[in-house]
DNA sequence: CGACGTGTTGATGGCGGTCAACTATTGTGG
DNA sequence: CCACAATAGTTGACCGCCATCAACACGTCG
């Protein structure tokens, strides 16, 4: 594994086209997938969190579809895809695991997908403060104190398919009602038993319980 | 493998919080993933076409939080768990291709994910006809004289995340501007340029050119 | 026949997009 | 230190897409 190396806010780490020949484990910092339409709209269809393989598509796919920004600043490592290859050929169990991720990711699409359908904007967003938090809690990046979140409104509109102004008065809403507090790029929840109400959160398919394979 | 079973159309093949012990693969037909809400809003998150294993994930995630629902009569053909394990054990590039086809999966959600998020109601019905046909044509399914595709619009519109009577209304568009006929279950694409230009439709994302592992 | 599911069309209203103006914050150079 | 620019956030006015409700047409099946 290559050294762990600093990444500063904003920077990419993938680019669409891209044919990579390692993937990279985020150990600290948070980074977005995005998709690019022709005529520049963009949709983020994922955000990562410590401990992602953010990219290990890239191992099975010849050409990237998509790109990867980094939202915060990150700490990444690169794993060179022919040592992915020889341990997982080795080692199938974990093979199975690293697949496993790949199977995550794609349940976290099917509920985004499902919330886009049927939530309004109160929801979307109330969804994704839950979902978030409960995966940083995981890797104890997120406490009673509350949770980094630098977004600025923009990427969430791309986030949850929505203008930059209708998620500054959706965002309103939500402190209005004193379910989260969020200013400088840090969010609390207030209330969560409120919010996950609110959001129709159910952590099952975050995986988290999963047993071993 | 087990023999293959015919499947009349609308019988369930997985439900939400069962814990499959078998994968099974898509023969001929077409079946739908769905997620269910608290409050039973439904919402397709994909269409599985002939050749798709369609619940490989039920493998490796220990409960389905989705189910799975033929919508034409199917043949399918089930695998059970510990074959493909001990396969998958023995040749790892076997494993690799599964873990392809999960990792496509994914690029679709994605796809589906962003059209979501930045189309509206007629580009979105008329990418799901573009990537429809396109898979279908792959598995030979699909021809000139267009493709059996036998949803209801209430289904179309838990595909879309439009209400039905919109579907209709936005079918109504496709079939007036003369790009699409729609009859009894069965499409046939009247002007595919147009079609994939209104759609923005680039096929590049279904994966179909990627080379051996 | 009537019941039922699906498809079709009209009327009405609300959520959220768009445009615009303004504020707050940060960083830059003079 | 201030002037200025640039970016992000905030709020209001207006309007269009799409949800909702309702009514009706059509086919299938009991």
Chains 1, 2 share one sequence.
């Not at 290559?2 to 948070?30: F, K, M, N, W, Y």
């Not at 690293?98 to 967003?125: E, F, N, P």
Request: with cysteine; net charge negative.
């Amino acid at each position: 594994m290559e050294p762990v190396q600093i990444v500063p806010a904003g920077h990419p780490l993938v680019c669409p086209g891209d044919r990579p020949t390692s993937s990279t484990l985020l150990i600290r910092g948070l980074c977005a997938r995005f998709n690019l339409l022709h005529d520049g709209s963009r949709s983020v269809t994922q955000i990562s969190v410590a401990g992602d393989f953010i990219d290990l598509h890239s191992l099975l796919m010849t050409q990237m579809d998509h790109g990867i920004v980094a939202v915060s600043e990150c700490a990444i490592s690169k794993v060179p895809h022919d040592r992915i290859i020889a341990v997982t050929t080795r080692h199938p169990h974990l093979a199975r695991l690293l697949w496993l991720d790949t199977t995550i990711d794609a349940a976290i699409h099917r509920q985004w997908l499902h919330r886009m359908g049927t939530q309004d904007a109160v929801g979307r967003l109330a969804h994704l403060i839950c979902e978030i938090e409960t995966r940083l809690e995981v890797v104890d990046e997120a406490g009673p104190d509350g949770f980094e979140f630098p977004l600025t409104q923009i990427d969430l509109a791309d986030c949850l398919g929505l203008s930059a102004v209708h998620v500054n008065r959706t965002l309103m809403t939500l402190r209005r009602r004193e379910l989260v507090e969020w200013r400088g790029g840090r969010v609390r929840i207030l209330d969560r038993a409120r919010l996950w109400a609110l959001a129709e959160f159910d952590p099952v398919y975050l995986r988290l319980e999963a047993g071993p394979v």
